[in-house]
């Protein structure tokens, strides 16, 4: 079991940042791909970000690419999703997910993650 809680969402004007952050407790979080999703009201949760076990290898949805940046700290069982740039599109509750154990690479189909936290919201205002 894995437990997963994100923080850092609010209300931001648009153009300006955010810094999510996803806490791990339970198994051992360096063994788990990591993940960021979001859905956003009326529509399905949608992949934004994924991170390799080591953090070295990240992969990003097209509609955040050059706007987010996700890493890890292994040492701290911590992720991270930086967002720029925000723009009211962006408006959705955020999730972090934990990947199949041992997954090496990045895992971007919602499908394959079997941990996920309870959300933050970020709400975009134009």
């Known amino acids: 079991q894995v437990q997963l809680v994100e923080s850092g969402g609010g209300l931001v004007q648009a153009g300006g940042s955010l810094r999510l952050s996803c806490a791990a407790s339970?198994?051992?979080?360096?063994?788990?791909?990591m993940g960021w999703f979001r859905q956003a009201p009326g529509k399905e949760r949608e992949f934004v970000a994924a991170i390799s076990l080591s953090g070295y290898t990240t992969n990003y949805a097209d509609s955040v690419k050059g706007r987010c940046s996700i890493s890890r700290d292994n040492t701290k069982n911590t992720v991270y999703l930086q967002v720029n740039s925000l723009e009211p599109e962006d408006t959705a509750v955020y999730y972090c997910a934990a990947g199949p154990p041992g997954r090496t690479g990045v895992v971007r189909r919602t499908s394959e993650y079997g941990y996920w936290g309870q959300g933050t919201q970020v709400t975009v205002s134009s």
């Open positions: 339970g198994r051992t979080f360096s063994l788990y791909p």
